[in-house]
């Protein structure tokens, strides 16, 4: 089996460091320590007004939703709508940024007067989008108005066809556009080249939210009402990735309070059935814990079951309901893992050089595919197509890596696709069995040519380096300052240099897939940190003990409970790549 970093495969490239008098003038005016200090300068954060809005994000600097392209047309139709009992149709994607979107937006018209109803696209049957089968739904059931969320900016023939049916569409969404837009009401979507919409990362549930505040304007309802909806915006920023910079990391942080204050009857069972005892602190535990579990849904049977959970008002029904998905969620591990086993093995007999990693196989569920393309990449550092064969045709998803623009990599094989779309780092593709060979080659080559015939290494992004002394629970309270992290405000790594484990490395978890270690200075006669490397379990034998290694990490705590004592707190390092030691910094 390919280990999946080589200790020496990774480049790491160390953050420009701050000028030293910026660094102090900041800790003066705005009370902060060097630390925090540091890494705000670094992330573009100097004048003091701009640091204390970056460290207290308040809704109060939220841009007004009416300054969006079409705002003020799609509030009055959908007021309208309400007002006359006029039936609405709320439509979205089947994945987590659309599913917490329909079940906000539904929830929110219900509880003002709305008659709503819910559709959301079967994975398979329908595919992504507005699909023609849903606007037929629409049309004979006498819906007027259609809201359609995380999707609609590209799909031109479903709303052409829901305008010959007389069926209004507000559309908001967040991807990007092409040159014209669909024939619709109204386009809801700040990436518009015509919308002057400051901020232009929202996630589509933060679109569908910016309606409802418009909304609540207008029918002068107060604001707290719709502030109560952020813990749904909240969770899809943590599961769409979108930029934590802005109104995402406003609304971010508010809906983690409101997650953390109180939870709707289906996310309390939906922690409750996964064994799960505390609200999501950080946008990473969304990521690692509510996030899989609603797009599990959608990945192994219909995503209309998550909304009905969200939307559940009953702790009875909602708890029955979470138990569902939970079991799909098992279902979604035990297949993930049986087909990256294969995919693994299929791997390990392709050519090592090659510059990107294709497998495929027979009936492959396709609600994995991507997932184990990104397992992939964990093993051999490439772009990454995991293809299913059904009926001579072959479906699939694609994962990329820095520096290699997989849409573009496709685009030099559209002769031999069926169908493809998707962006830099991710994307769906078909093509038939026939045309397989010429594909793997065509796109060896494509990507080969962007790599410059350079095999692609994964890239470290670090802060700084520190000693081991630097670090404690109240260095990992001050860097809480910074939260919430994710993409455009990255967990703040650093590197140890020449640090030595204290004993033997071992490896936990399920047939030894993560690491351990145990490491101190042997220059300083300070306490030891346990440190955690997830999927390096392989690397054990490689590290050997009272052996000088550098680390990059990130700084975590970890709460047990000892038996018979109290909860105890510890700092452990999450390890993000192990290098042999180069030495300390100006030795």
């Given at each position: 089996?390919?280990?999946?970093?080589?200790?020496?495969?990774?480049?790491w490239?160390?953050?420009e460091?701050?000028?030293p008098e910026?660094?102090?003038?900041?800790?003066?005016n705005?009370?902060?320590?060097?630390?925090?200090?540091?890494l705000?300068?670094?992330r573009g954060?100097?004048?003091?007004?701009d640091?204390?809005?970056?460290?207290?994000?308040?809704?109060s600097?939220?841009h007004h939703?009416?300054?969006?392209?079409?705002m003020?047309?799609?509030?009055?139709?959908?007021?309208?709508?309400i007002?006359?009992?006029?039936?609405?149709?709320?439509?979205?994607d089947?994945?987590?940024?659309?599913?917490?979107?329909?079940?906000?937006?539904?929830s929110?018209?219900?509880?003002?007067g709305?008659?709503v109803?819910?559709y959301?696209?079967?994975?398979?049957?329908e595919?992504?989008?507005?699909s023609?089968e849903?606007?037929?739904?629409?049309?004979?059931?006498?819906f007027?108005l259609?809201?359609?969320?995380?999707?609609?900016?590209?799909d031109f023939?479903?709303?052409?066809?829901?305008?010959?049916?007389g069926?209004?569409?507000i559309?908001?969404d967040h991807?990007?556009?092409?040159?014209?837009?669909?024939?619709?009401?109204?386009?809801?979507?700040?990436?518009?080249?015509?919308?002057?919409?400051?901020?232009?990362?929202?996630?589509?549930?933060?679109?569908?939210?910016k309606l409802?505040?418009?909304?609540?304007?207008?029918?002068?309802?107060p604001?707290?009402?719709?502030?109560?909806?952020?813990d749904?915006?909240?969770?899809?920023?943590g599961?769409?990735?979108v930029d934590l910079?802005?109104?995402?990391?406003?609304?971010?942080?508010q809906?983690?309070r409101?997650l953390?204050?109180?939870?709707?009857?289906?996310?309390?069972a939906?922690?409750?059935?996964a064994?799960i005892h505390?609200?999501?602190?950080t946008?990473?535990?969304i990521?690692?814990?509510?996030g899989?579990?609603?797009n599990?849904?959608?990945?192994m049977?219909?995503?209309?079951?998550?909304v009905?959970l969200?939307m559940?008002?009953?702790?009875?029904?909602?708890s029955?309901?979470?138990?569902?998905?939970?079991?799909?969620?098992?279902?979604?591990?035990?297949?993930?893992?049986a087909?990256t086993?294969?995919?693994?093995?299929?791997?390990e007999?392709?050519?090592?050089?090659s510059?990107?990693n294709?497998?495929?196989?027979?009936?492959?569920h396709?609600?994995?595919v991507?997932?184990?393309a990104?397992?992939?990449i964990e093993?051999?550092y490439?772009?990454?197509?995991?293809?299913?064969?059904?009926?001579?045709v072959?479906?699939?998803?694609a994962?990329?890596?820095?520096?290699?623009?997989?849409?573009?990599a496709?685009?030099?094989?559209?002769d031999?696709?069926?169908?493809?779309?998707g962006?830099?780092m991710?994307?769906?593709?078909?093509l038939?069995?026939?045309?397989?060979?010429?594909?793997?080659k065509?796109?060896?080559?494509?990507?080969?040519?962007q790599?410059?015939?350079t095999?692609?290494?994964?890239?470290?992004?670090?802060?700084?380096?520190?000693?081991?002394?630097?670090?404690s629970?109240?260095?990992?309270k001050?860097l809480?300052?910074?939260?919430?992290?994710g993409?455009?405000n990255?967990?703040?790594?650093?590197?140890?240099?020449?640090v030595?484990?204290?004993?033997?490395?071992?490896t936990?978890?399920n047939q030894?897939?993560?690491?351990?270690?145990?490491i101190?200075?042997?220059?300083?006669d300070g306490p030891?940190?346990?440190?955690?490397?997830?999927n390096?379990?392989?690397m054990?034998?490689?590290?050997k003990q009272n052996?000088?290694?550098?680390?990059?990490?990130t700084?975590v705590k970890?709460?047990?409970?000892?038996?018979?004592w109290?909860?105890?707190?510890?700092?452990?390092?999450?390890?993000?790549?192990?290098?042999?030691a180069?030495?300390?910094?100006?030795?």
């Amino acid at each position: 089996m390919t280990t999946p970093l080589q200790l020496s495969n990774s480049s790491w490239i160390v953050k420009e460091q701050p000028n030293p008098e910026a660094v102090a003038h900041l800790m003066q005016n705005a009370g902060l320590t060097q630390l925090v200090a540091s890494l705000l300068i670094q992330r573009g954060f100097e004048a003091q007004e701009d640091v204390l809005g970056f460290l207290n994000p308040a809704l109060s600097a939220m841009h007004h939703s009416l300054l969006m392209k079409d705002m003020k047309e799609a509030v009055v139709r959908l007021h309208q709508a309400i007002e006359d009992g006029g039936r609405i149709l709320v439509y979205g994607d089947y994945d987590v940024d659309g599913t917490t979107a329909v079940a906000m937006v539904a929830s929110y018209l219900e509880g003002v007067g709305g008659q709503v109803e819910t559709y959301i696209p079967h994975r398979y049957d329908e595919g992504y989008g507005v699909s023609l089968e849903g606007v037929r739904f629409a049309s004979e059931n006498r819906f007027s108005l259609m809201i359609t969320l995380d999707c609609g900016t590209k799909d031109f023939e479903s709303l052409t066809d829901a305008a010959e049916r007389g069926i209004d569409v507000i559309v908001c969404d967040h991807h990007l556009p092409e040159d014209t837009l669909p024939e619709a009401f109204a386009v809801l979507n700040p990436k518009r080249s015509d919308c002057p919409y400051p901020f232009k990362e929202l996630s589509g549930c933060g679109v569908a939210f910016k309606l409802l505040q418009s909304l609540a304007y207008r029918m002068d309802l107060p604001e707290s009402g719709i502030y109560e909806e952020l813990d749904l915006v909240a969770i899809s920023i943590g599961a769409d990735l979108v930029d934590l910079k802005g109104e995402n990391r406003i609304m971010a942080s508010q809906g983690l309070r409101q997650l953390r204050k109180r939870q709707r009857p289906g996310i309390l069972a939906l922690m409750r059935a996964a064994d799960i005892h505390q609200a999501p602190q950080t946008i990473r535990d969304i990521s690692f814990t509510l996030g899989p579990r609603i797009n599990a849904a959608g990945r192994m049977d219909h995503a209309q079951r998550v909304v009905d959970l969200l939307m559940e008002k009953s702790d009875a029904r909602a708890s029955e309901m979470a138990r569902e998905i939970e079991e799909m969620n098992h279902r979604r591990r035990e297949v993930d893992e049986a087909t990256t086993n294969e995919a693994l093995i299929q791997l390990e007999q392709t050519i090592e050089d090659s510059f990107c990693n294709i497998v495929h196989g027979t009936n492959w569920h396709r609600g994995v595919v991507g997932i184990v393309a990104s397992r992939m990449i964990e093993h051999r550092y490439r772009p990454s197509v995991v293809l299913s064969e059904e009926n001579g045709v072959l479906i699939g998803s694609a994962r990329s890596v820095d520096g290699v623009d997989i849409h573009e990599a496709l685009e030099a094989c559209e002769d031999l696709l069926l169908q493809f779309g998707g962006h830099t780092m991710a994307a769906g593709l078909s093509l038939e069995l026939t045309h397989l060979d010429a594909f793997k080659k065509r796109l060896n080559q494509a990507i080969r040519a962007q790599l410059n015939g350079t095999p692609p290494k994964p890239i470290i992004r670090c802060d700084r380096e520190v000693h081991i002394s630097e670090l404690s629970l109240e260095a990992l309270k001050e860097l809480e300052q910074l939260e919430p992290f994710g993409p455009g405000n990255a967990t703040p790594v650093f590197i140890l240099r020449s640090v030595v484990s204290v004993r033997p490395p071992r490896t936990i978890g399920n047939q030894g897939r993560h690491l351990k270690i145990t490491i101190r200075d042997p220059e300083f006669d300070g306490p030891t940190i346990d440190a955690i490397g997830w999927n390096m379990g392989e690397m054990a034998p490689q590290i050997k003990q009272n052996t000088p290694i550098d680390l990059a990490f990130t700084l975590v705590k970890n709460t047990w409970k000892p038996r018979g004592w109290q909860n105890r707190t510890e700092l452990n390092l999450h390890l993000r790549a192990i290098q042999p030691a180069v030495g300390k910094a100006g030795a």
